[in-house]
């Protein structure tokens, strides 16, 4: 059977015995000869296909702990399994379907599965995949209000109500000069508004001063802060990855950033942009956002709080007191596709003046050119971003909202971050291991480590455990370094991590422990 | 029902008076309690939903024809239709369903209609859809290798695909130095080139030299280069966009460009990128790139080719001499998710050397530190584009690919082509109205021209002429302006379009022309 019903030669014997095209004109012929040999939007072939996607997908999570978390294959391995160069005719989606169990999926690193404890979570949920199948379905490219107005309208709606559920302050709501846009990744959040602070700074002290420009975070920020730096032209030795330590849990110390501002100011150079994190990737700490939101008003700067992972927390009345301070920030950032059910990608940023991002963002070319947009009646996300193009990820995130409801969010923060607890309390009762950090959210920082052992075997030793664990394929981890000590990273915030998930997960880890100090 | 069968209250319910939780310790039992709340990934609910979905989307697809192509809503419609805040408990899946009929809908501009003739196509396909499907389904982040080999490796191998299909020469292909990346636009992808370029250019003279740094390309590229050079900081005026004309097609002249070079050395200045258009936006004109790099090569210049539209044509073997010339460029760009059936985003980019991108983009923090990746072995994709976090897009064009072979989407893009030649004799044969460029692809650039008629009128005209198309709801048009012609473009490239669409819409614009015309 061709793919989706359509085979090339099925076609030319068919027409060769049915098509009257010898009595119409050629080009006629010939244009209606094409038309009939491929119809990818044919709606019942999309329906018959589709349906079969769907049990394709619900079996992968009815089987999703029968795979290896983290895939063991080796580099290269698939150049191995396909061919050289795209097929000349359709193939089955049967074949497709198979490929993908057979040689697809062994690749495939199982970031949904309930064993999967590494970086930090990526939610799918029922909710995210069906307001990802609406959006792909209808594929629209919302660049401007006009090209859907729906798209943009229900984006600036839903970044309202999420806005609401995180209480913050009023200036980040549209009503005024404030409001939301979905970015595609938090690397692309903090790069627009460093970009707009860069352009806002430039134009009070000519562009010529851009080696001038300084930008503040502490080391434990996100590399994309870096990143972000060198595509704006920050000069690399004016991004101040400020040094933090255990005396602060990480967390940036107001009185090392004043130092620093003070001493650059000395030195003739601008500070333009501050970018405190809630929630640091390492170990998830919260930096002192009232004390560094005043030095950084105080110095005129532009404040981002990047919430990329713990920003979900807050939705919880009792975790919302970790923004607190935000009152002072230009920009706030959360990721509904980390922690939030919502599919990837789906980035937040919240600013209190759009123009900022317009000004630095906005493109007008004739051929984009219409009425709503001239007459400044409606919003044009391109202006807001990186890309032009966009699509209609508001959907996955409105869905989201709509079928799980405020209470039930909050539920599913606070199972998995009673679930690191519960994690927390088993390591802690193991006197070979420690705690590193103290546990903020659904993060345990923790290591193995022998009594007597010295600092750089200790090193290997985690090192050597988390290949270990990560081998058997039953759970995937990630590790971090902090003031010099390897260290394991535990996360719960997948969907389907109950306690026997983290009770399994613990008992790996103990097992390789113990096979692995026995061999000393 | 509540929504997903979930419902805080039915629990609540059941929980008083099924559950033994008041015999537990109180933290397993406020841990067990949670988990039962909600279900968000449970595979047999995500099979019920999604198959729903599926059906909606399919009818969409049926129905597709009965909506306005353009929608007719006006600025702020969405907000008066739905709640101030989010839920605080669940909804039904087929409340939202009906919300997204009654109030979404009407708010969509439907680009995957047959009446659909604006801009440039967005494709979508069933095949494009399974994939987006299969990917969002499995929702894995391949920013790294380890984090799924498969999603890295099969992106590798169907950009050589693609890339012998388009027959680039070899050293685009990933055996070598090179090889082919997706990005989500095609403004990403100018952008990274860019900042590759940039970087090298800074290495070789000093990070100071930003200022000397010139960016060429004609008045018709792509508005996405200028902003690509406001966010890499390239100084406006030295952001120069060639005049072209009717004389060249609105090709740029090589002559031109070279001129422009000698004077800006003459000045002292450094010319760093060239970025061609193989079919500009405005009117699908092709630079001639041959001559075009042999300039860019002379002057040591990056040469990027933006094919992002006219790439897709090039698969055919009668168009591929459009990108004779590619030899010597240093990057290539097309977009498979406008006239490739791949649903957006899907924008590939070819590169010579894939280090340059890495020097620009790449980063290490320790948190993503591992084996393949600090043994060299692998790709790692998060340094060849601006985000960290990406989908596993390559499923899509990989399924496409397969699903409908080389020889389907030839003929493919023949068949538009032919309607859009097909479309372009009826505008030739109506003497009020006039072809304005010789058209190329599948893109008709005409306009209302009435013997007699002033200017300053007959644009006027021409843009009453849209506005009165577009309000219909039966055709969505748009337009652009060359050498001061307001003029009504008309490109062909649904999936869904055939010859008599194509008829139908002239129609309408004839109709509406007479009607126009009557008035005056």
């Not at 004109?25 to 996607?53: W, Y």
């Not at 596709?337 to 900022?356: A, E, G, I, P, Q």
Request: proline share 5%; glycine share 6%; charged share 20%.
């Amino acid at each position: 059977m061709g793919a989706l019903d359509v085979s090339v030669c099925d076609y030319v014997l068919r027409s060769l015995i049915l098509s009257p095209s010898c009595f119409l004109p050629a080009s006629l012929a010939k244009r209606r000869e094409m038309e009939k040999v491929l119809k990818p939007m044919d709606a019942e072939q999309l329906r018959e296909n589709a349906h079969k996607m769907v049990d394709f997908i619900a079996d992968y999570y009815k089987n999703i702990e029968s795979f290896p978390v983290l895939s063991q294959v080796e580099p290269g391995y698939l150049r191995k399994l396909l061919p050289d160069s795209a097929p000349t005719h359709p193939e089955s989606l049967q074949n497709v379907l198979d490929d993908i169990q057979e040689k697809i999926l062994p690749g495939v690193t199982h970031w949904q599965s309930p064993d999967y404890f590494a970086y930090f979570p990526s939610n799918s949920s029922t909710a995210g995949f069906l307001g990802e199948m609406l959006s792909a379905g209808i594929n629209i490219v919302g660049f401007s209000w006009v090209t859907s107005p729906a798209a943009t309208e229900l984006e600036v709606i839903v970044l309202d109500w999420l806005g609401k559920m995180l209480k913050l302050p009023e200036e980040f709501l549209s009503q005024g000069k404030g409001g939301g846009v979905i970015q595609g990744t938090a690397s692309e959040a903090v790069l627009v508004v460093l970009l707009a602070a860069r352009d806002k700074f430039l134009g009070r002290v000519g562009k010529n001063s851009l080696e001038k420009l300084v930008v503040y975070a502490s080391d434990q920020t996100h590399s994309s802060l870096q990143k972000a730096c060198r595509i704006a032209g920050i000069y690399p030795e004016n991004c101040r990855l400020l040094k933090t330590d255990s005396s602060s849990n990480f967390a940036l110390p107001p009185d090392v950033l004043s130092e620093a501002i003070s001493k650059d100011i000395a030195a003739g150079l601008i500070p333009i942009f501050l970018c405190a994190t809630v929630g640091t990737t390492s170990s998830t700490a919260v930096d002192p956002l009232p004390a560094l939101g005043k030095i950084a008003k105080g110095n005129e700067m532009w404040f981002h709080i990047d919430a990329a992972y713990a920003g979900s927390a807050c939705v919880c009345p009792e975790y919302r007191h970790c923004i607190d301070g935000i009152e002072e920030a230009d920009s706030f950032n959360m990721n509904a596709h980390k922690w939030f059910l919502t599919n990837f990608d789906c980035s937040l940023l919240w600013v209190k003046d759009r123009n900022d991002l317009i000004q630095s963002l906005s493109s007008n070319p004739e051929y984009l050119k219409n009425k709503a947009s001239d007459g400044n009646m409606v919003v044009d996300y391109k202006d807001w971003q990186i890309p032009l193009g966009r699509r209609f990820r508001s959907l996955k995130l409105w869905m989201v909202l709509r079928l799980y409801g405020l209470d039930n969010l909050q539920q599913y923060i606070r199972n998995h971050i009673e679930l690191a607890k519960h994690f927390e309390q088993l390591v802690a009762v193991d006197h070979r291991f420690e705690i590193v950090v103290p546990r903020t959210f659904s993060l345990v920082c923790f290591r193995l480590c022998p009594p007597n052992d010295d600092h750089d075997h200790c090193n290997k030793l985690n090192r050597d455990l988390l290949d270990a664990v990560n081998s058997t394929g039953k759970i995937f981890m990630s590790h971090t370094v902090l003031s010099g000590k390897y260290i394991l990273r535990f996360v719960v915030g997948t969907p389907l991590t109950e306690e026997k998930h983290v009770d399994a997960a613990w008992a790996v880890l103990q097992d390789e422990a113990t096979t692995l100090l026995g061999r000393f």
